[in-house]
């Protein structure tokens, strides 16, 4: 059992460069998010999604697309990289079942932009 | 959405229990109380939740108070593997409600 995993691990991106970044879960979750954490930070949520087919805005979305064409995959894509979206991102999942809701986390993709 | 309060950060020594507060005075009746850590270089995980009764699992336990306006996170021995940033999040019980996550406790353990 994988659990959530992310690629790539690290990427270095130049600015106005497109990439996408990976997310899969194979706890047939129906639950999937992204989260963006900034030095000292917290962790600020992107894009969520309840299930396939269904994405909605987090705290922080703007720069950033997101998709659900499958229950296992949640891929973020930055158009247009800048600076300010150098972080740590974290994907997440989860079965929303009543209270239990426990979030499963990938183990993060730290993504500098120059 | 209820907002919780935790000190930017703890310190204690190795071996001795840690007892890290929460305060969420805007806490709903539907809302239950989640501890998530996060070790260095990691995505976080999960810790423990409970929404009136006090709880115990084997990473720790969780104290809320009578009127859940506060609650407390218990690690009774901690170790070195402990330091982490803890947070304190409530959950509505839908549980379609994405977790919004502060800035957390950032706990030392002192060998």
């Known amino acids: 059992n994988a659990g959530v995993t992310q690629t790539p691990k690290f990427q270095v991106l130049k600015t106005g460069q497109s990439m996408t970044l990976q997310c899969a879960q194979d706890m047939n979750h129906e639950y999937m998010s992204w989260y963006r954490q900034d030095p000292g930070m917290g962790l600020r949520l992107i894009h969520y999604?309840?299930?396939?087919?269904?994405?909605d805005q987090g705290e922080v979305p703007n720069g950033y697309n997101v998709s659900r064409s499958t229950t296992e995959d949640f891929p973020l894509r930055l158009l247009s990289a800048a600076p300010s979206q150098t972080s740590v991102y974290f994907c997440a999942s989860s079965s929303p079942i009543s209270h239990r809701n426990t979030i499963y986390f990938g183990e993060g993709s730290w993504l500098t932009v120059v | 959405d209820a907002k919780t309060t935790q000190p930017n950060s703890m310190e204690s020594n190795e071996e001795e229990p840690v007892h890290l507060p929460c305060n969420h005075s805007?806490?709903?009746?539907?809302?239950?109380i989640h501890w998530y850590r996060q070790l260095p270089s990691q995505g976080p995980e999960y810790v423990i939740h409970?929404?009136?009764s006090n709880v115990n699992n084997r990473m720790a336990s969780l104290a809320i108070a009578e009127d859940r306006k506060s609650s407390t996170l218990i690690l009774h021995r901690a170790t070195l593997r402990d330091a982490a940033v803890y947070y304190c999040?409530?959950?509505?019980?839908?549980?379609?409600?994405?977790?919004?996550f502060g800035k957390g406790t950032r706990l030392s353990v002192i060998a």
């Open positions: 805007t806490i709903s009746g539907t809302d239950y």
């Open positions: 409970g929404l009136t």
């Open positions: 999604s309840v299930g396939a087919g269904i994405t």
């Open positions: 999040i409530l959950s509505p019980f839908s549980g379609n409600t994405p977790l919004v």
